[in-house]
């Protein structure tokens, strides 16, 4: 039963960082496309989002070890 705890929380978190970093470039590229003399601080924000939309699968990692510890 733990292993499918922790592999559906991996799972469920990579799945969600990916369609939430796919969601922030494909809007940053819109941005940079309507307004290209906002490139630099599009792609800033979008590197900060996407930094904290990846914590979201490490944060799932570690949830799936307390599971399995258990």
């Given at each position: 039963m733990g292993i499918l705890a922790a592999a559906i929380a991996v799972g469920l978190g990579a799945l969600g960082a990916g369609i939430g970093n796919g969601l922030i470039v494909g809007r940053t590229v819109e941005g940079?496309?309507?307004?290209?003399?906002?490139?630099?601080?599009?792609?800033?924000?979008?590197?900060?989002?996407?930094?904290?939309?990846?914590?979201?699968?490490?944060?799932?990692?570690?949830?799936?070890?307390?599971?399995?510890?258990?």
């Open positions: 940079i496309a309507r307004q290209p003399e906002l490139k630099g601080t599009l792609q800033t924000t979008m590197f900060i989002g996407i930094g904290l939309v990846e914590a979201l699968p490490i944060i799932g990692v570690v949830i799936g070890f307390i599971a399995l510890a258990r």
